[in-house]
């Protein structure tokens, strides 16, 4: 079974500029999450999907940021723009369902603004 | 509101127990989790414990809960040199399994 592929695995940008990651989450799993990972931190939730739909944004800064998941299946998060604090790895995760189980979770992309 | 805690770094001599603490403060949580990351790579859930559960055991790792105290702890017997990594405790929150993590703990496995 294939894992959750992410890409790029490594970004470096100026600050102000754009950025989008991508995720494509295990086959048949319904819910897919982006967390970020700041150095020495654990992840934190940026922004769930349950299929195509929002489940928890809350932690999203969407003046800046912003996550789709169109057809249900692979998502993109982007920034813009850019800003130093925004350095960290993007971690995507995906499970069967929103009920209490396993997620797994992707290498990440780690992400430098300078 | 959601918290957890660990301490940051632990040092044990290979072949000792490792034991690694956790306190969460979500009581509503149903499941609490040890994920492991390697360096340069993603999460790997290592096992989970449903809320109701005091101990679960799998092959070298023990899980221990102290559900009044919020108490969660890792305990790996026989520790190699392949169990270096950092240990995320999570707590599940809100009902749709968001993960709550807490900073993690080094553990570093020396000869």
Known sequence: ?114 | GEDVEQSLFLSVREGDSSVINCTYTDSSSTYLYWYKQEPGAGLQLLTYIFSNMDMKQDQRLTVLLNKKDKHLSLRIADTQTGDSAIYFCAENSGGYNKLIFGAGTRLAVHP
């Open chain 1, 1 to 114: 079974e294939a894992g959750v592929a992410q890409s790029p695995r490594y970004k470096i940008i100026e600050k102000r500029q754009s950025v989008a990651f991508w995720c494509n989450p295990i086959s048949g799993h319904a819910t897919l999450y982006w967390y970020q990972q700041i150095l020495g931190q654990g992840p934190k939730l940026l922004i769930q999907f349950q299929n195509n739909g929002v489940v928890d944004d809350s932690q999203l800064p969407k003046d800046r940021f912003s996550a789709e998941r169109l057809k249900g299946v692979d998502s993109t998060l982007k920034i813009q723009p850019a800003k130093l604090e925004d350095s960290a790895v993007y971690l995507c995760a995906s499970s069967l369902t929103q009920l209490n189980t396993e997620a797994f979770f992707g290498q990440g992309t780690r992400l430098t603004v300078v």
